[in-house]
Nanobody
């Protein structure tokens, strides 16, 4: 089992920045990919960005150039730096990690006001 604890969400004005963190514990040897997904009210959960253990990334077009994903393998923590936030970025952001089996965090709310 892997436990994921997210932090860093909150309320910010459009154009502002937030940094999300997600720390993994438990069977962390099983983790290759870590990443972030988000779900806005009435919408399906969507990929934001993922990063593999070796550092390769996959970033959604909607956030490319504004969001940066990084990870600290020693701390088994993944970060999402979100800049130039827009109201449409408002969602619950979920951390995801695993390899053959994936685990989810509890989610953290990000609200961007116009």
């Amino acid at each position: 089992q892997v436990q994921l604890v997210e932090s860093g969400g909150g309320l910010v004005q459009a154009g502002g920045s937030l940094r999300l963190s997600c720390a993994a514990s438990g069977s962390i040897f099983s983790i290759n990919t870590m990443g972030w997904y988000r779900q806005a009210p009435g919408k399906q959960r969507e990929l934001v960005a993922t990063i593999a253990r070796g550092g390769s990334t996959n970033i959604a077009d909607s956030v490319k150039g504004r969001f940066t994903i990084s990870r600290d393998n020693a701390k088994m923590t993944v970060y999402l730096q979100m800049n130039s936030l827009k109201p449409e970025d408002t969602a619950v952001y979920y951390c995801n990690a695993g390899s053959n089996r994936y685990f989810w965090g509890q989610g953290t709310q990000v609200t961007v006001s116009s």
